[in-house]
């Protein structure tokens, strides 16, 4: 008999081991909110609530946050979330929007989304999406119908996507759907696969990221496919395989019951928050699905950044709200 079991059976000892494991699990609980930073409050109550993590792209806020202007429903709650970083051009975004804006000295994103969330006590359903998604017309009000016609399907969803063009999984489908499979094999010499990974150059090739931005002519623009796909059959696929989460939807229950998002790591945990949502959907048998009727636009990874920050201050049309 191990020792732990020892002192949690004794009678001696089982009350202190019980007072014990409860401080520790209050300790690890309280550290997945605990901060330093400054929230500026001003939400609705709202049952929906769209989060986005910003900070770092400020080149990108008129067309990403001028689209969350445009296409954001009136009474949902918006909160612009900073992890490691003031803005005060966010902050001035957010006064002139009647957005909130939380702003954490903390460089971990885990821990920011936490606790906007955390804050948003009345929010069920909630939409984060990065600094570097381009949102379509009726993408709230289309996601999360999605979400809750896949809960009268033959799987109980934990978390939606829309299709997303510069994505492991997204980028396959719209191929498909737009017959480009051998036209990408021919310009770029690579098999399109559901696949993720900075070995694909989906994820590596800023070529590829301007083709899936309509370059060459070949991809019409995501308000285009976006509108297209909305008047197509309803369609909800789960995704087999791990899915870069720039813009998803989720139920403030599925983040309660997977105990919020895992703050202890080294650095600013980007990614983390991937790793832990794609692992539980996955072991819970809650999937990750996407719908094939929305869709949005993602800009770059990390390998393809360089260039497609010039591509996008050159074609700002193809981003810039019509």
Known sequence: MDIKRIV????YTKNLYKKLREEKHNYLENKKFKYTGKFIDRKKNSEDLCIVLAG????????VLGRLKQYSPENMDICIISSGVWSETLNKICEENS???LSTKENNVSLVQNIAIKYHSKAKYIFKIDEDIFLTEYYFENLKNAYKLAQKGDFEPGVIAPLIPVN?????????KLALEDVYFEKFGEISKHMAGHNRFIESNPEVAKFFWGEGNYVPSIDELNDRFSREN????????????????FERSLWINMGYFNVDFKGSGLGEDEVQICSYCNLHSRPLMVSENVLVGHLSFGPQNKEMNKFFNQNKDKFIVK
């Open 8 to 11: 949690r059976k004794n009678k």
């Open 168 to 176: 492991g999984y997204g980028h396959k489908r719209i191929l498909s």
């Open 234 to 249: 309803k369609i909800i696929k789960p995704c087999p395989i791990r899915f870069s989460i720039g813009a998803i939807m």
């Open 56 to 63: 770092y792209k400020e080149f990108l806020y008129p067309a």
């Open 99 to 101: 957005w909130s804006y």
